[in-house]
């Protein structure tokens, strides 16, 4: 990958399922343990596609076999890849995939479905800063849910690129989509949020340094394979 560059991948990995007994080779014995945990085979195969597709991509830019991608996670659970020019970021839920890769700096992507915006109001004040929730105010019920889903998956994106984790309250900053958010005398915060608004049915956002262009694609088993 060039200097200073963004690309982000977006699957279903529902879609995939028939090469689940492939992927399983590329996960070290961490992810392996972390697959057994699930208690359905659906999940462990679901989870199995998104650390393969991840190493798998990780590889490619690496030019080495998956398994031997250096790749580690923090003490939240955040992937790293040491030695490397690159950042990553890995967010899956239910059958949602997305991976970014960086050589512009620290990351983070999120993923939902659409549909778990159905509930959101009562979580307002939670996901959003005072300034949001005037707008939202103004909203019909189901475009303010809408709404305050794609702000948890914009900050959710935030927190994971800043390295705050849970010890920052998604209501403590506003984050407009592609504008960076700012915190005074916190330059290393100034990350730009970037919404992703296809396919239809998942809301996703990444956030990275400001200023740096995002690339991203769909990826189609009818057009790319994990094997």
């Given at each position: 990958?060039?200097?200073?560059?963004?690309?982000?991948?977006?699957?279903?990995?529902?879609?995939?399922?028939?090469?689940?007994?492939?992927?399983?080779?590329?996960?070290?014995?961490?992810?392996?343990?972390?697959?057994?945990?699930?208690?359905?085979?659906?999940?462990?195969?679901?989870?199995?596609?998104?650390?393969?597709?991840?190493?798998?991509?990780?590889?490619?830019?690496?030019?080495?076999?998956?398994?031997?991608?250096?790749?580690?996670?923090?003490?939240?659970?955040?992937?790293?890849?040491?030695?490397?020019?690159?950042?990553?970021?890995?967010?899956?839920?239910?059958?949602?995939?997305?991976?970014?890769?960086?050589?512009?700096?620290?990351?983070?992507?999120?993923?939902?479905?659409?549909?778990?915006?159905?509930?959101?109001?009562?979580?307002?004040?939670?996901?959003?800063?005072?300034?949001?929730?005037?707008?939202?105010?103004?909203?019909?019920?189901?475009?303010?849910?809408?709404?305050?889903?794609?702000?948890?998956?914009?900050?959710?994106?935030?927190?994971?690129?800043?390295?705050?984790?849970?010890?920052?309250?998604?209501?403590?900053?506003?984050?407009?989509?592609?504008?960076?958010?700012?915190?005074?005398?916190?330059?290393?915060?100034?990350?730009?949020?970037?919404?992703?608004?296809?396919?239809?049915?998942w809301y996703a956002a990444t956030a990275v340094a400001p200023g740096v262009a995002v690339?991203?694609?769909?990826?189609?088993?009818?057009?790319?394979?994990?094997?």
């Amino acid at each position: 990958m060039p200097a200073r560059c963004v690309r982000v991948l977006l699957l279903d990995a529902s879609r995939w399922l028939a090469l689940t007994p492939a992927a399983r080779k590329w996960l070290d014995s961490a992810e392996t343990a972390r697959v057994a945990r699930k208690r359905f085979a659906q999940d462990r195969e679901l989870l199995t596609l998104a650390y393969a597709a991840h190493r798998l991509w990780l590889a490619v830019s690496l030019q080495c076999d998956p398994i031997q991608v250096p790749l580690i996670r923090d003490q939240r659970g955040c992937p790293q890849v040491p030695g490397t020019p690159l950042h990553t970021s890995l967010s899956h839920c239910d059958t949602a995939v997305a991976i970014a890769l960086s050589t512009a700096g620290a990351i983070g992507i999120d993923i939902e479905p659409a549909s778990r915006a159905h509930g959101l109001s009562d979580l307002a004040e939670r996901i959003a800063h005072p300034a949001e929730l005037v707008t939202l105010d103004g909203l019909p019920a189901h475009a303010r849910e809408a709404m305050l889903l794609r702000l948890w998956v914009r900050k959710e994106a935030w927190l994971k690129a800043a390295g705050v984790g849970l010890a920052w309250e998604m209501s403590a900053f506003a984050a407009a989509t592609d504008a960076p958010v700012v915190f005074a005398g916190h330059p290393e915060l100034d990350l730009q949020v970037t919404d992703f608004t296809e396919p239809a049915a998942w809301y996703a956002a990444t956030a990275v340094a400001p200023g740096v262009a995002v690339d991203w694609a769909w990826l189609q088993p009818d057009n790319a394979s994990l094997a």
